[in-house]
């Protein structure tokens, strides 16, 4: 599987950018993902949604990030509401078919820029 990430840019804080995920086959018995990685700082998990609908986090993101996805496009997003500073980074999407939204994260995105102005 092949994913292609973009919809990043330069946004003032409390604004709004959707990323999108696009896949090269149908992956909607996979588990997606979006991480992200600031200057200097290790890559961290964002969100995730299970081949069912089901959701998950990080508490950094939540109540202001929404994962959603679109099975019929093979395509998964990210909008992102009321950004801050801090959530200025490059973005990662990410598939897996193990199961687990721990699990190992096979497949992954080139990464797409969020830049976020105080």
């Known amino acids: 599987v092949q994913l292609q990430a973009s919809g990043g840019g330069l946004v003032q804080a409390g604004g709004s950018l959707r990323l999108s995920c696009t896949a090269s086959r149908r992956i909607s018995s996979y588990i997606v993902a979006w991480f992200r990685q600031a200057p200097g700082k290790e890559r961290e998990f964002a969100a995730a949604s299970t081949w069912s609908g089901g959701t998950f986090y990080a508490d950094s993101v939540k109540g202001r990030f929404t994962i959603s996805r679109s099975n019929t496009k093979n395509t998964f997003y990210l909008q992102m509401n009321n950004l801050k500073p801090e959530d200025t980074a490059v973005y990662y999407c990410?598939?897996?078919?193990?199961?687990?939204?721990?699990?190992?994260?096979?497949?992954w995105g080139q990464g797409t820029q969020v830049t976020v102005s105080s």
């Open positions: 990410a598939a897996q078919n193990d199961g687990s939204i721990s699990g190992n994260y096979g497949y």
